[in-house]
């Protein structure tokens, strides 16, 4: 299973290109459908296409890395799989935090 297109990962940043930016673009959005954690990607390590840094909302919210192989073998509590939001529309990680607390 991939998340996310081929395409789609070749267009994010590499890692640590956006680290001197105030407030990065988070380009996509993963989320599982039957629990409440989510995942931004701001950037991926084009060498591998596994390790991404973003912002992820679960228990804490917070910024950090995680793996696509990881994230693909996760299941949430009604054995769903993770989900790319294919609705989302890339936004800075600002407007990000504020749908989260309003």
Same mark, same amino acid.
């Given at each position: 299973m991939q998340l996310i297109p081929k395409e789609s990962l070749k267009a994010l940043?590499?890692?640590y290109a956006t680290? $001197? %930016? &105030?407030?990065? &673009?988070?380009h996509i959005k993963l989320f599982t459908p039957d *629990?409440?954690?989510?995942w931004y990607i701001i950037e991926i390590s084009q060498s591998d296409n596994d390790t991404c840094y973003? #912002?992820?909302q679960g228990l804490e919210s917070e910024?950090? #890395?995680? *793996?696509? $192989?990881?994230l693909e073998s996760i299941?949430? %509590?009604?054995?769903?799989? &993770?989900?790319?939001d294919i609705t989302f529309k890339p &936004?800075?990680?600002? %407007?990000?935090?504020k749908l989260s607390n309003g």
């Open positions: 940043p590499t890692l680290e $001197k %930016q &105030i407030d990065p &673009i988070c *629990s409440n954690w989510t973003g #912002y992820v910024l950090g #890395y995680f *793996s696509l $192989k990881e299941r949430g %509590q009604f054995n769903l799989a &993770i989900e790319l &936004i800075p990680l600002s %407007q990000v935090k």
